[in-house]
């Protein structure tokens, strides 16, 4: 399915406009003018622009809540774009060897080497040397800290080293 067609959502029909035009939002009777008048059917038009002047939209605030849902397809857009890059940044990285991935600033800072050894990955609770209690992933084989990447999707339960 084409993006173009997954963002154009469904045309508004007169029977279902009169039948639902009180649960509809602002906006979806800003967009039922829109499909009312590509059909060119006057008693819909009509019907539309009731229930537009029955909730004092103008076409000012239609045109603001139209780009309000612009806005936030493209912000949806972006983020699963943004989501399926670092998967693939994830994946590509995936076979291992060599490198070196420096450990996120848990209140330590060191510097750990992939390591090829690894095939699982776990979530490890500790204290930082802050204090505080944090969350960090860890190959199962090594113990070494890996990229959270490596554990994504998995429950945060310190089952693995309890208390280290």
């Given at each position: 399915?084409?993006?173009?067609?997954?963002?154009?959502?469904?045309?508004?029909?007169?029977?279902?406009?009169?039948?639902?035009?009180?649960?509809?939002?602002?906006?979806?009777?800003?967009?039922?003018?829109?499909?009312?008048?590509?059909?060119?059917?006057?008693?819909?038009?009509?019907?539309?622009?009731?229930?537009?002047?029955?909730?004092?939209?103008?076409?000012?605030?239609?045109?603001?809540?139209?780009?309000?849902?612009?806005?936030?397809?493209?912000?949806?857009?972006?983020?699963?774009?943004?989501?399926?890059?670092?998967?693939?940044?994830?994946?590509?990285?995936?076979?291992?060897?060599?490198?070196?991935?420096?450990?996120?600033?848990?209140?330590?800072?060191?510097?750990?080497?992939?390591?090829?050894?690894?095939?699982?990955?776990?979530?490890?609770?500790?204290l930082n040397d802050k204090?505080?209690?944090?969350?960090?992933?860890?190959?199962?084989?090594?113990?070494?800290?890996?990229?959270?990447?490596?554990?994504?999707?998995?429950?945060?339960?310190?089952?693995?080293?309890?208390?280290?």
């Amino acid at each position: 399915m084409s993006i173009a067609l997954a963002l154009s959502g469904c045309a508004m029909n007169p029977a279902k406009f009169e039948q639902k035009r009180l649960r509809f939002s602002d906006r979806q009777v800003c967009e039922a003018l829109a499909d009312a008048q590509k059909s060119g059917d006057e008693d819909f038009i009509g019907s539309v622009v009731g229930e537009l002047d029955r909730r004092q939209l103008s076409d000012a605030r239609c045109e603001t809540l139209a780009a309000e849902k612009r806005k936030k397809i493209a912000l949806g857009v972006l983020a699963a774009l943004t989501v399926v890059a670092v998967a693939a940044a994830a994946s590509s990285r995936g076979g291992g060897g060599g490198g070196t991935y420096i450990q996120p600033d848990y209140g330590r800072s060191y510097a750990q080497p992939y390591t090829t050894t690894d095939y699982s990955w776990q979530w490890d609770q500790f204290l930082n040397d802050k204090g505080l209690l944090v969350w960090a992933c860890r190959g199962e084989q090594t113990g070494q800290f890996a990229d959270s990447s490596r554990c994504a999707g998995k429950a945060q339960i310190d089952w693995k080293w309890p208390g280290n």
